[in-house]
């Protein structure tokens, strides 16, 4: 009786890695696309509005010599109730850089984000309920000359 169970979860497994290679399965949470970022009506981009732009720090190179390893920081200690910091690159095949679910921590983060092209880089901090973010733009050059 083992073996028929084993057997089945075997031809089970393959079946899903199949699946999984061959991209008929991707898990939707890691995988997300720009919609995902755009305000669902006026009353979420209200709520971002707000929250008070800009009473974080967010720190990240106006221009980048490698896009493999940017370093972004971002240093919401001040605020009260952070929740989550999420850092998304707008013209990467995959925005979402990075995402932390902050629960009784300090609300800050350093860590280092792959980047494509020339792009704005978002912080978005979660405190209270309501979203705050911020934006700057980093140049990515190509071995570090400057184009």
């Known amino acids: 009786m083992q073996r028929r169970l ?3 979860s075997a031809m089970a497994g393959s079946a899903v890695a199949t699946a999984v290679g061959a991209g008929l399965l991707t898990p939707s949470m890691v995988f997300a696309n720009t919609a995902d970022f755009k305000a669902k009506s ?12 800009g009473s974080f720090k967010f720190k990240a190179p106006k221009i980048a010599e490698n896009g493999a390893v940017v370093p972004v920081t971002v ?3 001040k605020m009260e109730g952070v929740t989550n910091i999420s850092i998304s690159v707008t013209k990467n ?10 629960s009784g921590a300090q609300g800050y983060v350093s860590t ?3 980047m494509g092209t020339t792009s704005p880089v978002v912080a978005l901090v979660t405190a209270g309920g309501a979203t705050t973010q911020v ?6 050059t190509i071995g570090g000359c400057g184009g």
């Open 6 to 8: 084993f057997l089945k």
């Open 42 to 53: 006026d009353a979420a981009t209200a709520s971002i509005a707000a929250a008070g732009k």
């Open 75 to 77: 240093d919401a200690s």
């Open 93 to 102: 095949g995959t925005p979402l850089a990075a995402s932390f679910n902050i």
């Open 112 to 114: 280092r984000i792959k």
């Open 135 to 140: 934006s700057q733009e980093v140049k990515v």
